[in-house]
């Protein structure tokens, strides 16, 4: 749901009930043949909703999705919510156009062809190393059985810089290696390594930080049960994205953040609750009803407040949770508070979308308390990315 397939991410899930753990990171000899699916959605929660049009994804983080996703030999589900109109917000489309367009040029050209290939070990000319490099997936590189720790080199056509590297493995036979290395040689110069993973598998994508312009390439197996079943090796130079500026929300009733700030909180960093961020994520402690999770908003001059949404974490943690439920006061002096509004926040650890609550009867504050005294499910930490407000809510 947060866009993350793990990694390493096996295609495999063992023949008992369905764990987070094992569903995000698979595991290594399953008796299931189970791929994954990483999904997550183009806006903070799965439907349309105006006070989420300046939180888009924007088309940088799309190309990182796609990395943590087919890059890891998972399938990539993209969910993308019609208006009320039905049809796709126009912001939205111009980050999906971006993303296409940098997706679609920076895996357009094969920088490996006319590159040549060789092997320390070939089990014969019909899995020859060059086989990695004639584009037939039913063909592979393999080696004689009891050889599973070969090593594969391209020599490059010169002047062709790269930064992303694209391994596969014949499936009909399974995923067979379990550990490998990459390392590159510059005008001759000693190897160096760039990179070191588990699993291939359908398709394990490498993008280094900084273009090299190698001569030659060279995989390494470093641990596997079995001989390799190498079908596929490619090398690309990424384009990146056009850069699509945020626009603001076109629901009326969304209340800007700007002048905002926190009073005070349990735990540091609440201020990534108002940076209008929801990639970013307030931390604190587990809470307790003797000791909850308390952070106070200061927002500049007095307001009309309708209602309140809570976003929680899609980050990637471990031990972290949701909040269960919240409560949340109001004042207009920062000394006298009123209940406001309450509850349990149905589903969050799973469906992890903003929740909107209504704010009744709707009054004037110039401060927000939000107190949480549980976790959706048992963690060391809580984790929340947003808090909005609203002149008024219309649910």
């Keep these: 749901m947060h866009g993350v397939a793990g990694d390493p991410c096996w295609p495999t899930m ?146 062709r810089p790269f930064d992303l590297i694209r391994l596969e493995e014949y499936l009909p036979l399974g995923v067979r290696v379990s550990r490998f290395a990459l390392d590159v040689q510059e005008d001759g110069d000693a190897w160096r390594r760039i990179a070191e993973h588990e699993c291939i598998g359908q398709s394990r994508i490498v993008r280094l930080e900084q273009p090299v312009s190698a001569r030659r390439l060279r995989l390494t197996i470093l641990d596997a049960p079995v001989p390799p079943a190498i079908s596929r090796i490619a090398v690309f130079r990424s384009v990146a994205p056009r850069a699509v500026a945020r626009v603001r929300s076109s629901d009326p009733t969304v209340l800007s953040s700007a002048g905002w700030r926190i009073v005070s909180a349990s735990a540091p960093g609440a201020e990534q609750l108002i940076d209008d961020d929801p990639g970013t994520s307030w931390v604190a402690p587990a809470p307790s009803s003797r000791a909850p999770a308390v952070v106070v908003i200061a927002l500049g001059a007095p307001v009309r407040l309708g209602g309140l949404s809570i976003v929680p974490s899609r980050a990637v943690m471990s031990r972290a949770s949701p909040p269960r439920g919240f409560v949340a006061e109001t004042s207009v002096d920062g000394a006298t508070w009123q209940p406001a509004a309450g509850g349990v926040l149905p589903n969050i650890a799973y469906a992890r979308s903003a929740q909107r609550f209504p704010i009744a009867p709707p009054r004037e504050a110039r401060y927000v308390r939000l107190s949480f005294a549980d976790l959706a499910v048992p963690a060391d930490r809580l984790a929340l990315a947003e808090v909005g407000l609203f002149s008024s809510l219309d649910r």
């Design 14 to 159: 063992p023949d008992a009930p369905y764990t987070e753990k094992n569903g995000n990171s698979g595991v290594r000899g399953g008796a299931l043949w189970w791929p994954a699916e990483t999904n997550t959605s183009i806006r903070p929660g799965w439907f349309y909703h105006a006070d989420e049009d300046g939180r888009v994804k924007s088309p940088q983080r799309l190309m990182r999705f796609f990395d943590e996703s087919v890059g890891r030999g998972t399938n990539m589900h993209l969910n993308i919510p019609p208006d009320r109109r039905g049809r796709v917000h126009p912001h939205d489309v111009e980050v999906l156009a971006s993303f296409g367009h940098a997706l679609r040029a920076s895996f357009a050209t094969d920088l490996a062809q006319g590159a040549i290939a060789h092997a320390s070990h070939e089990r014969g000319p019909a899995f020859a190393a060059a086989k990695v490099l004639d584009g037939d997936w039913r063909s592979y590189w393999s080696t004689d059985d009891g050889v599973s720790t070969p090593e594969l080199i391209l020599d490059l056509p010169p002047g």
